[in-house]
């Protein structure tokens, strides 16, 4: 329930700024083998101070070992220690696109797509394209040859389930009806 710290009497430096920031030592007044640069306190293990000074040279020493007993808690509640930082989480995997098998970038019109099928059949759905193929329809759509037969591209697009009925036609109506008003103006001539 206890743990024992012992203190080697350091003492605050009085002709420091800030008299707690500093531990001193009394160079003329220590044990022997303290403070030397053999000693346990040297440089060379590591006690110096922020800008360079040694803590050797410091002027008071208090000649004093004491042991403080310190009451530790077993239930952490006083130890308020920062917890680890959580780990990003991992990057989304989608299944490859089903019409090209491209990096698929997420769920699009019911199947994992790429881009740029799913712009492909946004697009054509969207305007109503009517395509034909030129090699009886038995073309083989994938990464390299998805863009040599339209036709067999949006055949496979509906084959592996993408919906007409997600593709939404509203935006490409709102964008025309906005034209429409500014393009149309009638003027009437009086004579």
Known sequence: MYESVDVVGFSPSPS??????FLSMDYYHRPPGLGT??????????F?????????NSRHWSG????????STSSGEDLLLPSPPSPPPPPRVYKPCFVCQDKSSGYHYGVSACEGCKGFFRRSIQKNMV???HRDKVCVI??????????CRLQKCLDVGMSR???????????????KPAEVETYVLSA
Do not use: W
């Open 16 to 21: 420091s700024p800030s008299a707690g920031s």
């Open 37 to 46: 640069e053999k000693g346990p306190l040297s440089t060379a293990a590591g």
């Open 48 to 56: 110096q101070r922020p800008f360079g000074g040694s803590l050797v």
């Open 64 to 71: 004093s070992s004491h042991s403080i007993e310190t009451e």
């Open 131 to 133: 395509y034909t193929c």
């Open 142 to 151: 994938n990464k390299v040859t998805r863009n040599r037969c339209q036709s």
């Open 165 to 179: 009925e997600l593709v939404r036609n509203d935006r490409m109506k709102k964008k025309k009806d906005e034209k």
